[in-house]
C-alpha cells in the first residue's frame, strides 16, 4: 500500500515561508503528477500546483510568483516552497499523486493534510 506523508506546515507572520514537503513511501509504484492543493474553512478544494515526472508545472493563477514546487523522482518526494504567504494562503495543504502499481492498478492518492496558517 502506497502512502503519502506531509510535513512542513505550520504558523507564519505574512510575508513569511514556508516549505512543505510529502514523501510517497511503498512497494512497486511510480507516480507521474503529484501537486498540492489546500482547503480553506467553509470553501473548495482548490489546486495550488503540480509537477509531472519530467518537471512540467502548473500554479493557480493565486500564487504564481510566490510558491515553486520541485521533485525529487529518486525520494518520490514533492516539495512546495511558499514565499510571500498572505492571510488568504491559509488552509489545510493536501498532497496528491497520480500512483501507477501495475498496468491494471492506477489511483489518485491524498496525503492526510497539513495545517497552514498566515497571521497579519
Known amino acids: 500500500q502506497v502512502q503519502l506523508v506531509e510535513s512542513g506546515g505550520g504558523l507564519v507572520q505574512a510575508g513569511g515561508s514556508l516549505r512543505l514537503s510529502c514523501a510517497a513511501s511503498g512497494r512497486r509504484f511510480s507516480i507521474n503528477r503529484m501537486g498540492w492543493y489546500r482547503q480553506a474553512p467553509g470553501k473548495e478544494r482548490e489546486l495550488v500546483a503540480q509537477?509531472?515526472?519530467?518537471?512540467?508545472?502548473n500554479y493557480a493563477d493565486s500564487v504564481k510568483g510566490r510558491f515553486t514546487i520541485s521533485r525529487d523522482n529518486a525520494k518520490n518526494t514533492v516539495y512546495l516552497q511558499m514565499n510571500s504567504l498572505k492571510p488568504e494562503d491559509t488552509a489545510v495543504y493536501y498532497c496528491?499523486?497520480?500512483?501507477?502499481?501495475?498496468?491494471?492498478?492506477?489511483?489518485?492518492?491524498w496525503g492526510q493534510g497539513t495545517q497552514v496558517t498566515v497571521s497579519s
Open positions: 496528491n499523486a497520480d500512483v501507477t502499481e501495475t498496468i491494471f492498478r492506477s489511483y489518485d492518492l
Open positions: 509537477i509531472t515526472s519530467s518537471g512540467s508545472t
